[in-house]
């Protein structure tokens, strides 16, 4: 868990869209391996949001419920800490397996709880040539919305991508996690545009001031 995760509203780096859900999920938080990362869901109104880009939940599901917390805030914290407690879950699973450790009970433990919530509303449609995640209208819970991102970590951390997720290199603290689809396996960054592109530039720049390196 990150206690001191500050709070901001920043911008998604490209070529994370392609990712599965529970990488971008626990990439809501950046610069994780400094000593202040970076919140970027900073209120239940912000994760209500970022589910409906990410295309889980239907608007009209999710305007309900942001309705309903507007006059019911209460409700909305509960979810919004149990959502980032889930996270947080995920993302201490996937690195001690990453690292070969076994997980902690009670974050597992936490995991689990949610993975087997019951989820009434959550169901598969057909929509636009696609099948994609929706709720069934007025039987929507809250727990329905951390279905698909469940679905995805427990795949993730059993299913054929499980030994190919990494953590960003960046030397600046990055900390995203990526799922790492290179044949030769042995991309380090979370996205060449970024990270990558800065670390290429700096041993570029280290190159012709030591020629010797
Ligand atoms: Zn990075």
Same mark, same amino acid.
């Given at each position: 868990?990150?206690?001191?995760?500050?709070?901001?509203?920043?911008?998604?780096?490209? @070529?994370?869209?392609?990712?599965?859900? *529970? #990488? /971008? !999920?626990?990439?809501?938080?950046?610069?994780? +391996?400094? =000593?202040?990362?970076?919140?970027?869901?900073?209120?239940?109104?912000?994760?209500?949001?970022?589910?409906?880009?990410?295309?889980?939940?239907?608007?009209?599901?999710?305007?309900?419920?942001?309705?309903?917390?507007?006059?019911?805030?209460?409700? @909305?914290?509960?979810?919004?800490?149990? *959502? #980032? /407690? !889930?996270?947080?879950?995920?993302?201490?699973? +996937?690195? =001690?397996?990453?690292?070969?450790?076994?997980?902690?009970?009670?974050?597992?433990?936490?995991?689990?709880?949610?993975?087997?919530?019951?989820?009434?509303?959550?169901?598969?449609?057909?929509?636009?040539?696609?099948?994609?995640?929706?709720?069934?209208?007025?039987?929507?819970?809250?727990?329905?919305?951390?279905?698909?991102?469940?679905?995805?970590?427990?795949?993730?951390?059993?299913?054929?991508?499980?030994?190919?997720?990494?953590?960003?290199?960046?030397?600046?603290?990055?900390?995203?996690?990526?799922?790492?689809?290179?044949?030769?396996?042995?991309?380090?960054?979370?996205?060449?545009?970024?990270?990558?592109?800065?670390?290429?530039?700096?041993?570029?720049?280290?190159?012709?001031?030591?020629?010797?390196?």
């Amino acid at each position: 868990m990150c206690p001191d995760i500050r709070r901001t509203r920043g911008k998604a780096k490209r @070529g994370l869209e392609t990712e599965p859900h *529970a #990488i /971008r !999920f626990v990439n809501t938080v950046a610069w994780r +391996l400094r =000593a202040s990362p970076e919140e970027r869901l900073s209120s239940p109104e912000a994760l209500l949001e970022w589910l409906g880009t990410n295309g889980i939940g239907y608007k009209t599901a999710l305007e309900e419920l942001s309705e309903a917390w507007r006059s019911r805030p209460a409700e @909305g914290a509960v979810f919004y800490e149990m *959502a #980032i /407690r !889930f996270r947080e879950a995920i993302y201490d699973i +996937l690195i =001690a397996k990453m690292r070969g450790n076994e997980p902690l009970q009670p974050t597992l433990g936490l995991f689990n709880e949610l993975l087997t919530s019951p989820r009434p509303g959550l169901r598969l449609e057909w929509d636009r040539n696609a099948l994609v995640w929706s709720m069934r209208h007025g039987r929507a819970s809250p727990l329905d919305l951390l279905g698909p991102i469940a679905f995805s970590a427990s795949e993730l951390m059993t299913g054929s991508k499980a030994g190919k997720v990494r953590q960003c290199e960046d030397d600046r603290g990055c900390g995203w996690l990526f799922v790492d689809e290179s044949r030769s396996q042995r991309r380090r960054w979370c996205s060449m545009g970024d990270c990558g592109n800065r670390a290429k530039a700096r041993r570029h720049y280290q190159r012709v001031r030591s020629p010797f390196l």
